[in-house]
């Protein structure tokens, strides 16, 4: 499944899905934007978005250490049930859990980890992406 | 607000602003299809905290528009 995106703007805006299941059985998801970014290895989504999905940070996996204009910062890594974007879920998925600046235009970026095992296809003269 | 727009309105309306839409429909690839916009503004904390108290089990919460073209992203992890 191809997806198109605007070619001509600096940053390559996606469409993503992130889902948990309620205590009631039900499933709640949330789409944002993400910024397609294949020179960050991780997957990462902001802190906000998880915790109104009910999210805790508190059962963070693991935390990593990310470098920030004000220095290093600790992120924690949280695992989701469900992430979907460019025609592919990943279920169980690990992300890094931080805030971008509030002028940021996106909720988080698309990273590599997402990515691998799969081919990924950008043609920058359709303004389309392919992930198979 | 509460109505339900579909995303042609939703862009035409809120161009430059972050919206909450709830009980949104979305095609196979994601994109918003139709929802109802329950917040509208700049304020992403805001944003957050109308999020915070929906009720619905299908939302969104979009940035509508370009940023700033002078703008450049710099993004690394």
């Given at each position: 499944?191809k997806?198109l995106?605007?070619?001509?703007?600096?940053?390559?805006?996606?469409?993503?899905k992130?889902?948990?299941?309620k205590?009631?059985?039900r499933?709640?998801?949330?789409?944002?934007?993400?910024?397609?970014?294949?020179?960050?290895?991780?997957?990462?989504i902001?802190q906000?978005?998880?915790?109104?999905?009910g999210?805790k940070l508190?059962?963070?996996?693991d935390?990593?250490?990310?470098?920030?204009g004000?220095?290093?910062?600790?992120?924690p890594?949280i695992?989701v049930?469900?992430?979907a974007a460019l025609?592919?879920d990943?279920?169980n998925f690990?992300?890094?859990a931080?805030?971008?600046?509030p002028?940021?235009s996106?909720?988080?970026?698309l990273?590599?980890?997402f990515?691998?095992?799969n081919?990924?296809?950008?043609?920058?003269?359709?303004?389309?992406i392919?992930?198979k | 607000?509460?109505?339900?727009?579909?995303i042609?309105?939703?862009?035409?309306q809120?161009?430059g602003?972050?919206v909450l839409i709830?009980?949104?429909?979305?095609d196979?690839?994601?994109?918003v299809?139709?929802?109802?916009?329950?917040?509208h503004?700049?304020?992403?904390?805001?944003?957050?905290?109308?999020?915070?108290?929906?009720q619905?089990?299908?939302?969104?919460?979009?940035?509508?528009?370009?940023?700033?073209?002078k703008?450049?992203?710099?993004?690394?992890?």
């Amino acid at each position: 499944m191809k997806t198109l995106f605007d070619s001509t703007y600096g940053l390559i805006y996606l469409r993503a899905k992130i889902s948990r299941r309620k205590e009631n059985g039900r499933i709640k998801d949330l789409i944002i934007n993400l910024a397609l970014d294949t020179g960050a290895t991780g997957t990462v989504i902001s802190q906000k978005r998880l915790i109104g999905l009910g999210y805790k940070l508190k059962d963070a996996e693991d935390e990593m250490l990310i470098t920030t204009g004000s220095g290093l910062i600790s992120v924690p890594k949280i695992r989701v049930e469900n992430l979907a974007a460019l025609g592919k879920d990943k279920s169980n998925f690990l992300i890094i859990a931080h805030d971008l600046p509030p002028t940021a235009s996106v909720d988080g970026v698309l990273g590599l980890d997402f990515l691998r095992e799969n081919i990924l296809t950008i043609d920058f003269v359709k303004g389309e992406i392919e992930l198979k | 607000m509460g109505e339900i727009l579909t995303i042609e309105e939703i862009e035409r309306q809120f161009d430059g602003e972050w919206v909450l839409i709830e009980d949104v429909e979305t095609d196979e690839r994601l994109e918003v299809v139709r929802g109802k916009v329950t917040y509208h503004g700049k304020d992403k904390e805001q944003l957050h905290k109308r999020a915070m108290q929906s009720q619905s089990d299908h939302l969104a919460t979009l940035y509508i528009g370009k940023p700033d073209p002078k703008m450049e992203f710099l993004l690394n992890f």
